[in-house]
């Protein structure tokens, strides 16, 4: 066999070699996808502590950040058909020229030894000397290049079909069992959000409790982040409320959602008849901002709100700033506090400072505004309520000459002014949010 053959023979089976090595590469894992992440407010899900939660999401990115690797692998293994392509032409390419290069080169060199003072012989000969050289070294890169390749399919390899399937399935046994659904400590749900927030707990959202009394078990919204946290969401009025003064959920002993409210929607949850609390928290038209709180006696919303009405004097009052504690509700020097808070619901304040009534006030003034929850205040010596924010609200009679500036807006959630301690517009619906712990 001749050079020129034996050349051209090596480089085609090279490159039928590497042509089959590398475009035949098949990922021998198939790796089984993430479940999708817990979140925390949107699910039954409950961990024995905040921490649980915490170790839980960082399993779960470590388990995301490997099937990133693959990711990155499939990657380079696409770089690596690219580089096989470009190898395959340049093999093409070399056997080509060399095969052509060598016909001339066997013909350079019978002329040349014909013609050995020839001037252009020994210039051709030259030339075709000088090509094959060339051509050899695009071999020789070629062939650096071809190693190179197969040590990043080696490393591609190992990688897609052995320590990422490795690494994965053991990350996604970590976080199944990191995922157990779980009550608290001792197999039992939390009677509130107080006690979730003593277990550790730190984030808002919906929370399952358990009824002490009646074993019912239900769900709730928790805000463990205001104020210290542990709140149990037990009404939310939207800005169209049937839950005005005479509503039957006021007086009703048994009743209320086991379920999460709607945001915009009326809701009260079972949470309002039944649980237990020494402190309640009222918001008016922004959950964030405008709200206080304010201590009482250990019982449930719904036995506060249905007590007699709370005293006030006519001493004028105290600012209560926005986001606080207002004190406790049944001693008369705090009930005069004006919780500035709740009052920044309303678009228009009010200059009212007396008779102040604050917390489950249960005022049900015939001749001007009704009151369950919230703050009531006068600006002279008739204690009649006129000027009115918070839940359970009613406007009869003088209300409705004096407390509106049109037609009275006759929501259960909002607000009536007095019209001289206030501007226009002297009555509104809000939101409202009701929370215990």
Not at 108 to 115: A, D, F, P, Q
Not at 212 to 236: E, K, P, R
């Amino acid at each position: 066999m001749s050079l020129k053959a034996s050349i051209a023979t090596l480089l085609v089976v090279v490159c039928y070699c590497y042509y089959w090595t590398f475009t035949e590469i098949v990922f021998a894992v198939s790796l089984p996808s993430l479940p999708t992440k817990i979140v925390f407010d949107s699910n039954n899900a409950q961990f024995n502590t905040h921490n649980d939660y915490l170790n839980y999401l960082t399993t779960y990115d470590q388990c995301n950040s490997l099937l990133l690797k693959v990711s990155t692998s499939e990657t380079k293994y696409a770089k690596i058909a690219s580089l096989v392509s470009t190898a395959q032409t340049q093999v093409k390419e070399v056997i080509k020229a060399k095969v052509d290069l060598e016909l001339y080169y066997e013909a350079s060199n019978l002329t040349l030894v014909k013609n050995m003072e020839n001037v252009e012989v020994q210039q051709f000969h030259q030339y075709t000397k000088a090509k094959l050289d060339s051509v050899s070294k695009i071999e020789k890169q070629l062939t650096i290049k071809l190693q190179s390749i197969q040590l990043l399919f080696d490393s591609v390899s190992a990688e897609v079909n052995t320590s990422l399937p490795l690494a994965y399935n053991s990350c996604l046994n970590d976080l199944t069992s990191k995922t157990v659904l779980v009550k608290d400590i001792n197999g039992l749900f939390a009677k509130s959000c107080k006690e979730y927030k003593n277990m550790g707990f730190s984030i808002d959202g919906r929370y399952t409790i358990k009824d002490t009394a009646t074993s019912t078990i239900y769900d709730v919204f928790c805000d463990m982040t205001t104020s210290g946290g542990g709140w149990t969401l037990i009404m939310q009025t939207s800005e169209t409320s049937a839950y005005v003064y005479d509503h039957a959920v006021w007086t009703a002993t048994t009743g209320g959602s086991s379920s999460m409210p709607v945001d915009g929607q009326d809701y009260v949850s079972l949470a309002f008849y039944n649980l237990i609390g020494t402190e309640s928290m009222l918001a008016m038209g922004n959950r964030s901002t405008s709200w206080n709180s304010w201590s009482h006696s250990a019982n449930t919303a719904r036995n506060l709100v249905n007590t007699a009405k709370v005293t006030a004097t006519q001493t004028g009052t105290t600012n209560c700033e926005a986001k606080t504690n207002c004190g406790s509700a049944t001693s008369t020097t705090v009930t005069l506090k004006k919780p500035l808070g709740i009052l920044s619901g309303a678009p228009v304040a009010t200059s009212a400072n007396t008779w102040a009534r604050f917390g489950y006030v249960n005022d049900n003034n015939p001749y001007f505004s009704g009151l369950r929850v919230g703050i009531s205040l006068d600006n002279d010596t008739s204690d009649s309520g006129d000027t009115v924010i918070g839940l359970g609200v009613r406007c009869t009679n003088d209300c409705l000459r004096d407390c509106v500036t049109g037609s009275a807006h006759g929501y259960g959630s909002g607000y009536y002014y007095y019209k001289a301690w206030s501007t226009a517009p002297l009555d509104g619906p809000l939101k409202g949010w009701l929370f215990i712990r």
